[in-house]
């Protein structure tokens, strides 16, 4: 039988394969975080008709006459070129810009994938659209353990933000150097917290006198113990120290003023609050997830972890737009976003394909044609066989 039949028959299967891959490629042209695939060609071996010869005295060395036997597919590789942005505005929605892999885990099987349209389940855990669960490292009143083992990353629905006690508080502002001596006191509360987080007040009494003005603290906890303390002003600027402990609170007034018609005396800033509730939470771009607490307060409650490989090439697609590790593909690193050679993390956006339509457009062209070209190799060998057959009539 002629050599071209089974020539044209490894062309048509290879560009079958062409046509396989440019079809999948197109079909998830809208598949997030899908990385396109491409096929490489080699010709497979050559019988040898002739061998070679060196050179001798008097004569030339001729050359190898080799007749190919063929064409097959060397491999499939995958692009994991970045795909553009969609902004989708979700905050559970995450995208990698950069290298690596988020780590899901279903049931015993660990794999990796770079969708990140992920959601909270009703218990908490941030899951994939097939129910894998998202894997990171939690944290222990607010502190991140990085480095450790991996576990499934869950929001703490019932959580709370423990109260903390008002040790300091510090005043700013103004108090008008022309006001009445002995006449009408300015008063300001304070809120304050003890260690429970149960909220009470501190009275300031600002009353104006010659030499400037008596402060009087009381705490609504021991309103029989008032504390006092004098404030002093030369050009408007105070020159007494300005500190006042009240029950144990530290009041600092150093830098209220004393200037004319402007009364502006007011809290700036203190310490403590009550106890809160988990509200919402936020993602910072090295995978932290931070919750936001009804009483203001915000911390850690876990971090996304990425994963990195010597060959990302050598993973396998498993399906459900995840990869699965193999010997190939080097062993698993994993690490913070932004870190160590990983890419950062973008909520409420999705990686999209990253197939390019045009290209393979052209590559089904290309693939067509080749299986055309091998199919009249297959009618053309025929036609010699036929001549070769009415030989003999």
Same mark, same amino acid.
Request: aromatic share 6%; net charge negative; no cysteine.
């Given at each position: 039988?002629l050599?071209?039949?089974?020539?044209g028959?490894?062309g048509?299967?290879?560009?079958?394969?062409?046509?396989?891959?440019?079809?999948?490629?197109?079909?998830?042209?809208?598949t997030?975080?899908?990385k396109?695939? $491409?096929v490489?060609?080699?010709?497979?071996l050559?019988? =040898?008709?002739?061998?070679?010869?060196?050179?001798?005295?008097?004569?030339?060395?001729?050359n190898?006459?080799?007749?190919?036997l063929?064409?097959?597919?060397?491999?499939?590789?995958?692009?994991?070129?970045q795909?553009s942005?969609?902004? &989708?505005?979700?905050?559970?929605?995450?995208?990698?810009?950069?290298?690596?892999?988020?780590?899901?885990?279903?049931?015993?099987?660990?794999?990796?994938?770079?969708?990140?349209?992920?959601?909270?389940?009703?218990?908490?855990r941030?899951?994939?659209?097939?129910?894998?669960?998202?894997?990171?490292?939690?944290?222990?009143?607010?502190? !991140?353990?990085?480095?450790?083992?991996?576990g499934?990353?869950?929001?703490?629905?019932?959580?709370?933000?423990p109260?903390?006690?008002?040790?300091?508080?510090?005043?700013?502002?103004n108090?008008?150097?022309?006001? !009445?001596?002995?006449?009408? @006191?300015?008063?300001?509360?304070?809120?304050?917290?003890?260690?429970?987080?149960?909220?009470?007040?501190?009275t300031?009494?600002?009353?104006?006198?010659?030499?400037?003005?008596?402060? &009087?603290? !009381?705490?609504?906890? /021991?309103?029989?113990?008032?504390?006092?303390?004098?404030l002093?002003?030369?050009?408007?600027?105070?020159?007494?120290?300005?500190?006042?402990?009240?029950?144990?609170?530290?009041?600092?007034?150093?830098e209220v003023?004393?200037?004319?018609? #402007?009364?502006s005396?007011?809290?700036?800033?203190?310490?403590?609050?009550?106890?809160?509730?988990?509200?919402?939470?936020? #993602?910072?771009?090295?995978?932290?997830?931070i919750?936001?607490?009804s009483?203001?307060?915000?911390?850690?409650?876990?971090?996304?972890?990425?994963?990195?490989?010597?060959? @990302?090439?050598?993973?396998?697609?498993?399906?459900?737009? $995840?990869?699965?590790?193999?010997?190939?593909?080097g062993?698993?690193?994993?690490?913070? @976003?932004?870190?160590?050679?990983?890419?950062?993390l973008?909520?409420?956006? =999705?990686?999209? $394909?990253?197939?390019?339509?045009?290209?393979?457009? &052209?590559?089904?062209i290309v693939?067509?044609?080749?299986?055309?070209?091998?199919?009249?190799?297959? &009618? /053309?060998?025929?036609e010699?066989?036929?001549?070769?057959?009415?030989?003999?009539?």
């Amino acid at each position: 039988m002629l050599r071209s039949l089974y020539a044209g028959i490894s062309g048509l299967r290879s560009h079958q394969t062409m046509l396989d891959v440019t079809g999948n490629n197109i079909a998830n042209v809208n598949t997030t975080a899908f990385k396109g695939s $491409s096929v490489q060609f080699q010709d497979t071996l050559s019988q =040898l008709t002739q061998g070679a010869s060196g050179p001798q005295q008097g004569i030339g060395g001729t050359n190898p006459a080799q007749v190919g036997l063929g064409v097959l597919v060397a491999g499939i590789s995958t692009n994991f070129a970045q795909g553009s942005t969609q902004a &989708t505005g979700k905050a559970s929605d995450l995208m990698i810009s950069g290298d690596g892999f988020f780590v899901t885990r279903q049931g015993n099987q660990t794999m990796y994938t770079r969708a990140g349209n992920f959601d909270f389940g009703p218990d908490g855990r941030l899951t994939t659209p097939d129910g894998s669960l998202v894997q990171g490292w939690g944290a222990v009143d607010g502190v !991140v353990a990085d480095g450790g083992l991996v576990g499934d990353i869950q929001l703490p629905l019932n959580a709370i933000s423990p109260g903390v006690a008002t040790t300091e508080a510090t005043l700013g502002g103004n108090l008008p150097s022309d006001a !009445v001596v002995g006449g009408q @006191p300015l008063i300001r509360d304070i809120e304050v917290f003890d260690a429970n987080g149960a909220a009470r007040s501190i009275t300031l009494t600002f009353t104006k006198t010659a030499a400037g003005w008596d402060v &009087t603290g !009381v705490d609504s906890a /021991t309103p029989g113990t008032p504390v006092t303390a004098q404030l002093a002003f030369t050009d408007g600027v105070q020159t007494t120290t300005g500190l006042m402990t009240v029950n144990g609170i530290d009041l600092d007034l150093s830098e209220v003023s004393g200037f004319a018609k #402007l009364t502006s005396i007011s809290t700036t800033e203190k310490d403590g609050r009550a106890a809160g509730k988990l509200d919402s939470y936020t #993602l910072a771009k090295d995978g932290t997830i931070i919750g936001s607490f009804s009483n203001g307060a915000s911390q850690a409650l876990g971090r996304i972890v990425l994963a990195s490989f010597a060959n @990302p090439a050598g993973l396998e697609k498993a399906g459900g737009s $995840s990869y699965r590790a193999t010997f190939n593909s080097g062993d698993v690193q994993v690490g913070a @976003p932004g870190a160590d050679g990983l890419g950062s993390l973008s909520s409420g956006a =999705l990686e999209m $394909s990253n197939v390019d339509l045009s290209q393979e457009f &052209t590559n089904l062209i290309v693939a067509q044609r080749g299986f055309q070209a091998n199919a009249r190799i297959i &009618t /053309t060998s025929d036609e010699v066989l036929q001549e070769l057959t009415n030989l003999k009539r």
